[in-house]
């Protein structure tokens, strides 16, 4: 199978005030080191933004304890639309966030003594694995789950993005994307059942695949983001809703999942010949405040948004001049440890 990605770089949430989602995440998950924070057009996206050009303000945070981050997303031209449903487990979208645990039964007394957040039980699941479900202020889902790969020792209590739990409307087809296109393909289940460990009303019969992708070693921050999980549910007794129907990319809750990715041309070739053509590409390279590297999307046959960067420029102390350049080497060679614990000098504040 391909190595064309690396990892989750980051999941894209949709708030109404980027500043209060970074420190809000800062507390809630330890996302605490500031990538970048850029003011700008989303001018290639408006076939998802209703024609026109908006502004927005996106600010990319990580734990360096491992995992991917977050891209905390604000429109500036307009004000952000919530779901006009509560999104349900099964709906055709971003569910939740796959979170990684060191310890998964502490995690959960941890945020259980916190008392801010709504949990779920301790739950076992059919890998046979603990995990639990947390809720945020904005309303979004969380689905804490056990990892062994970490990039360093911090003292929070989780790391950050290690994949996302997806409804599908086609499982054959989703496979088709993620395994076959994305190359995670690992198969830990694919089991069908009116499960008891999921956020449902009712008792609802649901056919789940999870996949994954072992950290390969591959890719400049590869180490940093670690194994991938992706866990796509079909809903196989009731027609499930669209999370995003009638609302815009970027509006609030989870608008994209972004890959980490080493071989940019080699996916979009594999990605034509399975059906899939990227439906945006930014070619060249593009800039995020001081970061910079090539964007790409897929679209799924739902409707999700697939983002995929190849990563050029990343800065490490912006005062001084400090980058991370990748343009000019070898996108699988792994970075050094002690580079990639710079990007740490800048936190957020």
């Known amino acids: ?34 990538i970048f924070d850029d003011m700008a057009e989303a001018a290639l996206m408006t076939q998802y933004t209703g024609g026109n050009v908006h502004s927005r303000r996106a600010a990319l945070t990580m734990n360096l304890s491992g995992g991917g981050g977050f891209e905390i997303w604000q429109y500036k031209s307009r004000t952000p639309v919530s779901a006009e449903h509560t999104p349900k487990y099964g709906d055709y979208g971003i569910f939740a966030a796959k979170m990684k645990c060191k310890n998964v039964a502490a995690a959960y007394e941890y945020y259980k ?3 801010r957040y709504t949990l779920s039980d301790l ?29 360093q020792n911090t003292t929070s209590v989780t790391g950050g993005v290690c994949g996302a739990v997806i409804g599908v409307s086609d499982m054959e087809k989703a496979i088709t994307l993620y395994r076959d296109v994305l190359g995670i393909s690992e198969l830990i289940y694919d089991t069908t059942d009116n499960f008891k460990d999921v956020p449902q009303e009712g008792n609802h019969k649901y056919r789940r695949v999870l996949l994954r992708k072992p950290q390969s070693g591959k890719g400049g921050f590869g180490k940093l983001l670690g194994d991938i999980d992706i866990e796509l549910v079909q809903v196989l007794d009731k027609t499930p809703r669209k999370i995003f129907d009638g609302r815009y990319w970027g509006d609030l809750g989870f608008v994209h999942l972004c890959f980490d990715v080493i071989n940019m041309d080699g996916l979009k070739q594999t990605a034509e010949k399975h059906g899939f053509a990227f439906s945006v590409d930014s070619e060249n390279s593009f800039d995020m405040e001081s970061a910079a590297g090539r964007f790409c999307y897929i679209e799924s046959p739902e409707g999700t948004l697939i983002e995929l960067v190849e990563t050029h420029k990343v800065p490490v102390m912006k005062k001084l001049g400090l980058y991370i350049n990748l343009k000019k080497r070898n996108l699988e060679k792994p970075l050094p440890d002690w580079m990639i614990k710079l990007l740490a000098l800048s936190k957020v504040k």
Not at 7 to 19: F, L, S, W
Not at 123 to 145: A, E, K, L, R, S
């Open 1 to 34: 199978m391909h190595d064309y990605i690396s990892g989750i770089q980051q999941i894209g949430i949709g708030v109404t005030d980027t500043g209060e989602g970074m420190l809000k995440y800062k507390d809630m998950f330890g996302m605490n080191v500031l």
């Open 113 to 115: 003594n916190d008392g």
């Open 123 to 151: 739950h076992t699941g059919p890998d046979q694995q603990q995990h639990f479900w947390i809720t945020d202020d904005y309303g979004n889902v969380f689905n804490m789950v056990g990892c062994n790969h970490w990039f």
